[in-house]
């Protein structure tokens, strides 16, 4: 028998969790927006064909009402092209990358816009105008990111972070990246949502540094310095997806085989994490940055039209959960 039968069998065998492939939760998201107004979104550089059309679905949608900043000529050649009807949708004409995010940052600092959302130009030129310290979108928070993942082969919603924004955060930026997505996850209708600390082992290791992360968190997590969830780690990522595997490695704890919430080491961990259930576990991913003054919806440059309509459905959802008048 090859590997690949072996572990075909062992899939059919031994499931993470028993139903089937055709559950989704994205679904519930855009199912709530639909009682919520949509909100004044700006999309930096839509000028590729599924940067321009994630953003005009999710406006046919009456998610977000968007406002089109970039190269006008270029949007309007694009849109005849791909046969995309922008006819109702303002453009803010902008010659480059770089200015076209200088205007979608101001337009939310000065309250022209409730969100921003990436389109087809690199995530390092938007990230780097919006996190100016003086003229962009930073606040008291450290600003973070969240994948929410929705996996067949899991029937709960996950969320991932930092896979986009902090490189190596240290134990002070994990206070922000938890608390940011227990925020976002209360946001999301997971009212007390079940947070595991990821590392290689469930020991803490004076060795392995995000051991000792994930145990100071959990601790500070008992003086209220974390609240709105239940935090435990160290915790591999098995056992925090797995009851099975933590019933065979003795582990007892609410958030074993349960998490909502997987706070990774760093960002290649992390990175690679969400992108290896998107690419060979068949999940859906939607992307967020928190901790600025409007949510920013920021998505791959492959991702699909779909993946941007539910990220917008996720920046809905967080700007009514922080504003609820």
Same mark, same amino acid.
């Given at each position: 028998m ?6 075909? $069998?062992?899939?059919?065998?031994d ?14 998201? +855009?199912?709530?927006? *639909?009682?919520?107004? &949509? ?8 000028? !590729?064909d599924v940067?321009l059309?994630? #953003?005009? $679905? ?6 977000? *009402?968007?406002?089109? =900043?970039?190269?006008?000529?270029g949007?309007?050649?694009l849109?005849?092209k791909t046969?995309?009807? @922008?006819?109702? /949708?303002? @453009? ?11 205007? !979608? ?26 996190? &100016? ?8 928070k ?10 067949? #082969? ?8 930092d ?10 930026? *994990? ?34 540094? !995000? ?7 959990c ?25 099975k595997?933590?019933?065979?490695k003795?582990? =007892? %704890? ?5 998490a909502?919430?997987? =706070? ?10 969400? *992108?290896?259930?998107?690419y +060979? ?5 939607a ?9 920013v919806?920021?998505?791959?440059? #492959?991702d699909?039209? $779909?993946?941007?309509?539910? !990220?917008?459905? =996720?920046?809905?959802?967080?700007? /009514? #959960?922080q504003?609820? %008048?």
């Open positions: 090859s590997d690949l039968a072996t572990l075909a $069998e062992a899939v059919a065998v499931p993470l969790v028993g139903h089937g492939q055709d559950f989704h939760v994205f679904h519930q998201f +855009l199912e709530r927006c *639909k009682d919520l107004p &949509a909100i004044t979104t700006t999309v930096c550089w839509p000028l !590729s940067a059309r994630g #953003a005009i $679905e999710a406006a046919e949608a009456n998610i977000i *009402k968007p406002i089109l =900043v970039g190269d006008e000529a949007i309007r050649a849109a005849r046969g995309i009807n @922008i006819a109702d /949708y303002p @453009i803010v004409d902008a010659p480059t990358e770089n200015k076209a995010a200088q205007i !979608s940052v101001d337009m939310c600092r000065t309250g022209k816009a409730q969100a921003m959302m990436k389109g087809s130009l690199h995530t390092d030129e938007l990230m780097r105008v919006a996190m &100016a310290r003086d003229t962009g979108l930073r606040t008291s450290r600003i973070t990111h969240v994948f929410v993942m929705d996996t067949p #082969a899991y029937a709960r919603t996950l969320l991932i972070t896979a986009a924004i902090n490189i190596e955060p240290e134990l002070e930026d *994990k206070v922000h990246i938890v608390q940011n997505a227990i925020d976002l996850a209360h946001a999301l209708g997971i009212p007390e949502p079940k947070v595991a600390l990821l590392s290689a082992v469930e020991t803490v290791n004076p060795k392995i540094a !995000s051991t000792l992360d994930a145990a100071a968190l601790k500070m997590a008992d003086r209220n310095q974390i609240t709105g969830g239940i935090l435990d780690g160290p915790l591999a990522f098995d056992t925090a997806v797995s009851e595997a933590a019933k065979i003795g582990l =007892v %704890s609410p958030v074993t085989g349960k909502d919430i997987l =706070v990774v080491p760093d960002l290649e961990s992390g990175n690679m994490l969400a *992108k290896q259930l998107e +060979l576990g068949g999940a859906q991913l992307g967020i940055v928190l901790g600025a003054r409007v949510p919806i920021l998505t791959s440059r #492959a699909s039209a $779909e993946t941007r309509l539910t !990220s917008c459905a =996720v920046a809905v959802l967080l700007h /009514y #959960a504003n609820p %008048s």
